[in-house]
Structure formats: C-alpha cells, structure tokens
C-alpha cells in the first residue's frame, strides 16, 4: 500500500508555461519532503524540500506548496524548460526515521 | 563533490544465483538505504540501515539481505535470484537527523536482469 502518491504518470508542458507536479499522502505522521528529479540511466537527485511546519518553499524556479490538511503538496515549476524534462518523484519522511518513501513518479515533458 | 557509486552499471543472472550488489559511499553519512525503482512503482525501500551492522526492513525485503560491515559500504544480497526480482537497484545514502539537510544522495543505479 503506497503511502506517498503520485496519480499523473506524465504531463506535458509548452517550453516558458508554468508545470504543476501532484503528490498526496496518507500517513500523517510525515513531517517532511521531497521532490527528486531523475534523467534515464541516472540516480534521482535532491531538488527541494519542505518541512510540515511550512507551506511553501521556494528556490530559483521551483517552488513547493504544502497543505497538510488535504496531505497534498505540490511542485510548480516556473518558467518550464526542455533540460526540465524528467521523471519528478515525491518523496516524504516522518520525524527521526530516516527513510524516505517515494511515489511512483511523473513524467514531465517540456516541449521547445 | 558527494559520491555514492555501485560497484555495477548492468548485470544479468541466471535464476538461483546468489547475486552481490555492492555500495560505496565517501560522504560519512550514516544511513544507507537500498531502493528498487519499477515502471508504475516508483522507488521502494528494501532496506535501510543508520549505523554500521544494523539494519531495518523496509517495504519488500523478501528475498533480499543486506551487510553494513563498514560505514562506507552497503551491499545488498539476492540469496537466490529469481526473474521478479529484474529491476533498477538504486543505493543511497544520508545523514542522520531531522529534516533539514537530511536528503538522500543516489547512485547511479545497477540496471539487474534474472534470466
């Protein structure tokens, strides 16, 4: 049973558009997360994060929302670029336990 | 510049091999997890340990171990290979601790096939 969900296998968006990546979760206990991005023939690696005790994070072009309420967060990406083109995964973990749970991963394609 | 590297890029196996997938880390993190990643599963936890010699199941451990001998080195173990177990293994590593620069680095991944 997939803790941290991720329901849109891919999304395409026009080169300069605004990319809008889903994540929900059910176990309220996690505290924090984060979102991975991944090339093929290469491991994820770290984009941004959030801590519960927030609700937005902002970096550069990436922006993370947090509702805890709806235990929905979200990745905004602004303006979309083609090297944004990527599998993006949702990843939370809960308090001192050290292990992420991921979701399945959407696939983003940004067209020139 | 962080390193995490597994020792193999690609492998295939013959059903009912022991397989050794081995893991290096030059970070000094204390946890190490092993994920397998699947078309329409995303990354799922096999095991994870936070300290030399220990180690914690995750959400499919069957038919895997793992060995944390050194805090560098995390290797998973596939007692007897099987063709459901042909994946993208990815380790990783972390510092211990609440939240803030606590994300895990990846390696490259281990692309294994049971034939």
């Known amino acids: 049973d997939q803790q941290v969900k991720q329901n849109s296998p891919s999304l395409s968006v026009q080169e300069g558009r605004i990319s809008i990546l889903n994540c929900d979760y059910t176990?309220?206990?996690?505290?924090?997360f984060l979102w991975y991005k991944k090339y093929p023939a290469e491991g994820p690696t770290f984009l941004i994060s959030?801590?519960?005790?927030?609700d937005k994070n902002e970096d550069g072009r990436f922006t993370v929302f947090l509702n805890k309420s709806a235990k929905h967060l979200s990745l905004h990406i602004v303006p979309s670029q083609p090297g944004d083109s990527a599998v993006y995964f949702c990843?939370?973990?809960?308090?001192?336990?050290?292990?992420?749970?991921f979701g399945a991963g959407t696939r983003l394609t940004v067209k020139p | 510049d962080v390193k995490v590297t597994q020792s193999s890029r690609y492998l295939v196996k013959r059903t009912g091999e022991k397989v050794f997938l081995e893991c290096v880390q030059d970070?000094?993190?204390?946890?190490m997890f092993w994920y397998r990643q699947d078309p329409g599963l995303g990354l799922r936890l096999i095991y994870f340990?936070?300290?030399?010699?220990?180690?914690e199941k995750g959400d499919i451990p069957e038919g895997y171990s793992v060995s944390r001998e050194k805090k560098e080195r995390f290797s998973l173990i596939l007692e007897s290979a099987s063709t459901n177990q042909t994946s993208m293994y990815l380790c990783?590593?972390?510092?211990?601790?609440?939240?803030?620069?606590?994300?895990?680095?990846f390696g490259q991944g281990t692309r294994l096939t049971v034939v």
């Open positions: 990843a939370a973990k809960r308090g001192n336990n050290n292990d992420m749970r």
């Open positions: 959030i801590s519960s005790i927030k």
């Open positions: 340990s936070y300290d030399v010699k220990m180690k």
């Open positions: 176990n309220s206990m996690f505290d924090y």
């Open positions: 990783a590593s972390s510092l211990w601790g609440r939240q803030r620069n606590t994300e895990a680095f």
């Open positions: 970070m000094d993190h204390e946890n």
